[in-house]
């Protein structure tokens, strides 16, 4: 495809598009880059580059693009029954099927879902739903759920309030009311010089702290991505779960596990409080559950809370599309494949260490004071000096970025922590195409970083 191709969409970009999380003018004055097919891993852009897709789109696509098994589903679905609700008291075959499906491979004990459009209606749901859980449990001030500092829950006003992104907050004079946040269990950016599972266990006494701050009788629930993902692939030193798991079981309050992204495969388990052995109240879900080819989210939820929300009258929430049938559809067929072609055994037993032994070789460029990763997720934090941790001045994070485009290779920058999450699919002459590019783009850094 030809130059004049690319400028004439780029400027349709300019004239008509507002995308998200975007700095228009920037972006405007550099033109958007055009994605136009993706195959496996790889997307081509409209100038014919071939790019490795290390973010399987948003953490997404866990089964790789161009799944014509999906297509067919879909389109098998919209001739059938391309939409109908689940309002009042009505269901469809697709949405119950799916449901089943979802119990099958959730935690034992989780065998409900409430169906949504995205990840941010999941927790826009979950809010709603705790505080229906405790009014109906006859504890009306039971209300307050706290949430993690640079933990992302979406971008609707609930999602992103339980979030701790403090940029999204200050924009929209967010939080809204009963929430609070705790530190996170960041250990490179905000360990100093504690030990890592000394550090897990200090942030992790802070929820016994906010709750007996806030009064156990005010808190609702305590909400966390097993895996802190938009925030920088934080992967929590070995005592923070245990110890969290232990100040919950002190107190009467749900456990809400952020499943967006680490479900549905990503750590090598069904869902990241599996690999944690957690064992949550609520997992909202989203992303990897149609492995992007349709939007679709949902709320898995604990039996216990069930029986209690039964007695609750009605629940006054939904939306028109919480389990539309064609996204359903892919969904099931999603599963399907997920299980049947053995996809998490194999990021299990082959790919996962596979790719974990050749990023961490990254450890030794000059650029990398900590290379981390777990399952098929991985991050590189960008400093001046691995010694002291000092960081460069100016955004190096996204000149890597930027390097890595220009090479064929996305890889999304986090500040200065750059991070993958490649399809499950990859395989390993894949994962060493990855791992060179991101040398190579850590070198092309570097000497920008020295100019
Ligand atoms: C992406 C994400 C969300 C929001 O999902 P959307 O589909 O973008 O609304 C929520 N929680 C986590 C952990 C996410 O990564």
């Not at 495809?1 to 507002?18: A, G």
């Not at 399907?336 to 299990?348: P, Y």
């Not at 050749?358 to 001046?384: F, I, N, Q, S, Y």
């Amino acid at each position: 495809m030809s130059e004049s191709n690319t400028l004439h969409w780029q400027n349709l970009s300019r004239e008509h598009l507002l995308p998200p999380f975007s700095d228009y003018r920037e972006l405007n004055a550099k033109g958007a880059r055009i994605i136009t097919r993706a195959s496996g891993v790889y997307l081509w852009d409209s100038k014919g580059n071939r790019i490795l897709d290390g973010m399987a789109g948003l953490w997404c696509v866990n089964i790789g693009y161009g799944r014509e098994e999906l297509v067919e589903a879909a389109a098998r679905q919209m001739r059938e029954l391309p939409y109908y609700n689940l309002f009042f008291q009505t269901a469809h075959t697709p949405a119950l099927e799916l449901a089943n499906a979802i119990a099958g491979i959730a935690p034992i004990g989780m065998d409900h879902v409430f169906f949504t459009g995205s990840g941010s209606e999941s927790n826009d749901t979950v809010l709603r739903m705790v505080r229906h859980y405790w009014m109906t449990k006859g504890q009306p001030q039971k209300q307050v759920i706290i949430g993690r500092w640079n933990g992302y829950h979406g971008s609707t006003v609930a999602g992103a309030s339980l979030g701790g992104m403090k940029a999204m907050h200050e924009q929209a004079g967010l939080l809204i009311s009963g929430i609070e946040h705790i530190d996170q269990p960041y250990w490179y950016g905000e360990g100093d010089d504690l030990d890592p599972d000394e550090f897990g266990i200090r942030v992790a006494e802070q929820l016994e702290q906010k709750i007996l701050e806030v009064g156990e009788d005010k808190v609702a629930a305590f909400i966390a991505e097993p895996i802190q993902g938009a925030g920088g692939v934080i992967i929590p030193p070995d005592s923070y779960w245990p110890k969290i798991r232990e100040i919950l079981a002190r107190y009467d309050i749900l456990f809400i596990a952020d499943e967006v992204i680490c479900g549905f495969g990503r750590t090598g388990e069904w869902f990241g409080s599996d690999y944690y052995g957690n064992a949550p109240d609520l997992m909202p879900i989203a992303k990897g559950l149609t492995s992007g080819y349709l939007p679709m989210g949902g709320v898995i939820v604990r039996d216990k809370v069930v029986q209690v929300l039964n007695e609750g009258g009605e629940f006054y929430h939904g939306f028109t599309y919480s389990g539309h049938p064609v996204a359903a559809a892919v969904a099931l067929e999603n599963l399907r494949i997920l299980k049947e072609e053995n996809i998490l055994e194999r990021v299990k037993a082959k790919t996962s260490p596979y790719l974990q032994k050749r990023w961490r070789e990254l450890a030794d460029h000059p650029l990398v004071g900590e290379v981390r990763g777990l399952g098929m997720l991985g991050a590189l934090e960008l400093v001046k000096d691995k010694q002291t941790r000092e960081r460069f001045p100016g955004a190096i994070g996204m000149r890597c970025r930027e390097h890595c485009l220009d090479n064929g290779l996305v890889m999304r920058a986090v500040g200065d922590t750059m991070i993958i999450s490649p399809p499950l699919v990859i395989n390993e002459e894949e994962i060493d195409e990855l791992v060179t590019k991101a040398r190579l783009c850590l070198d092309l850094t570097a000497r920008d970083a020295r100019a």
